[in-house]
């Protein structure tokens, strides 16, 4: 099953990180990728640019409205994503674990729906 790990962090702390701290985390997620490149677990992954640079369209009856900056005004952001292979919902969550830390301060584990090349066995057929 694939899924989805959605990480959270509040920009403005992210911002704030010395060299230091951001060398650490970049270790950890380094060690993390290797890990799952040897299992062949990840298929992608990436940082997102921060919430400022942000736009967000919305449907409105006949078309869309763009608006600047993220979807909701929360603290914490999504900052980043892996997209996982994994045979149980207990491993993804293991290795969703693998990223909380200081910055990172919740991490999102969602099943995708991986309906392309399903052919006549997508959805709603």
């Known amino acids: ?19 230091e701290q951001r060398a ?3 270790q950890r997620h380094e060690a993390l990728h290797e ?13 997102l640019a921060y919430p400022r640079d942000t736009a967000t369209l919305r449907w409105a009856g006949q ?29 993804a969550r293991e ?5 909380l830390d200081f910055h990172v301060v919740a991490v999102e584990v969602r099943p995708v729906h991986d309906w392309f090349g399903m052919g006549d066995e997508g959805p709603g057929r």
């Open 35 to 47: 890990d799952l490149a040897d299992t062949g677990e990840i298929l992608n992954g990436a940082g």
């Open 1 to 19: 099953m694939k899924y989805m790990v959605l990480m959270y962090a509040d920009p403005a702390a992210t911002e704030a990180m010395t060299a």
């Open 95 to 99: 290795i969703a674990e693998r990223v």
């Open 24 to 26: 650490e985390v970049f």
């Open 63 to 91: 078309g869309s409205v763009a608006a600047d900056g993220p979807l909701t005004d929360a603290a914490e952001q999504v900052t980043a994503y892996y997209v996982i292979e994994c045979a149980t919902p207990e491993r």
